[in-house]
């Protein structure tokens, strides 16, 4: 069965840090493009920043540039989001998805991906 499970959300206080982690089962990450997207209540899904497991090259949002950084373990078959500085407008469910493609294209378009994870909560208070 394939599947990609998130952990590491939680609650933290404004300027600390969070690790997410997105493990894939069922299929290895060669030649995807993985993604975290975020959706807050109301709100669209935001691409939040972008791996590719071909050429390790990175993409991020504005709004997290300088903060996030994913990278992959390919041997362990995880994808990783460290979040530091964070701030009560990084509150929400967390989600990693797969594309199967070894260029990353689109990468914030939902409808782009494969797979998707059940979604990982970040609290941040102020």
């Not at 499970?5 to 840090?17: H, K, P, R, Y």
């Not at 500085?85 to 260029?103: F, G, N, Q, V």
Request: one cysteine or more; proline letters at 3%.
């Amino acid at each position: 069965e394939v599947q990609l499970v998130e952990s590491g959300g939680g609650l933290v206080q404004a300027g600390g840090s969070l690790r997410l982690s997105c493990a894939a089962s069922g299929f290895t990450f060669d030649n995807y493009a993985i993604t975290w997207f975020r959706q807050a209540p109301g709100k669209e899904r935001e691409g939040v920043s972008c791996i590719s497991s071909s050429d390790g090259s990175t993409y991020y949002a504005h709004s997290v540039k300088g903060r996030f950084t994913i990278s992959i373990d390919n041997a362990k078959n995880t994808v990783y989001l460290q979040m530091n500085s964070l701030i009560p407008e990084d509150t929400t469910i967390y989600y990693c998805a797969a594309e199967a493609s070894p260029m990353v294209r689109l990468w914030v378009l939902p409808e782009s991906y494969d797979y998707w994870g059940q979604g990982t909560q970040v609290t941040v208070s102020s």
